[in-house]
Nanobody, 119 residues
Framework: QVQLVESGGGLVQPGGSLRLSCAAS????????MGWYRQAPGKERELVAS??????NYADSVKGRFTISRDNAKNTVYLQMSSLKAEDTAVYYC??????????????WGQGTQVTVST
């Protein structure tokens, strides 16, 4: 069994910062890709940032403001969010491609963490 557990969401004022964390646990051989998606009310879930062997990838809307990083020893991915805007308000979901064996890989999702940017 594999779990992704997120933390770090909350309420922040415009221009502020937050750091999200997502830790993977369970039977894990490797994690080729980890990333973050978000879903605002009434909108579709969208990719925010991802990290793989070819490097980081960011949505245009967060470039220069968000930074994704990983601690592979801890199977953890972070999302440092700065210069937050009201339009960043959403539920943020961790996503990972996890290899459990040589022949078994699956996509997993975290439970989501709310980020609210407001005065």
């Amino acid at each position: 069994q594999v779990q992704l557990v997120e933390s770090g969401g909350g309420l922040v004022q415009p221009g502020g910062s937050l750091r999200l964390s997502c830790a993977a646990s369970g039977s894990i051989r490797s994690i080729p890709l980890m990333g973050w998606y978000r879903q605002a009310p009434g909108k579709e879930r969208e990719l925010v940032a991802s990290s793989s062997g070819v490097g980081p990838n960011y949505a245009d809307s967060v470039k220069g403001r968000f930074t994704i990083s990983r601690d592979n020893a801890k199977n953890t991915v972070y999302l440092q969010m700065s210069s937050l805007k009201a339009e960043d308000t959403a539920v943020y979901y961790c996503n990972a491609l996890i290899q459990r064996s040589l022949i078994s890989s699956n996509w997993y999702w975290g439970q989501g963490t709310q980020v609210t940017v407001s005065t």
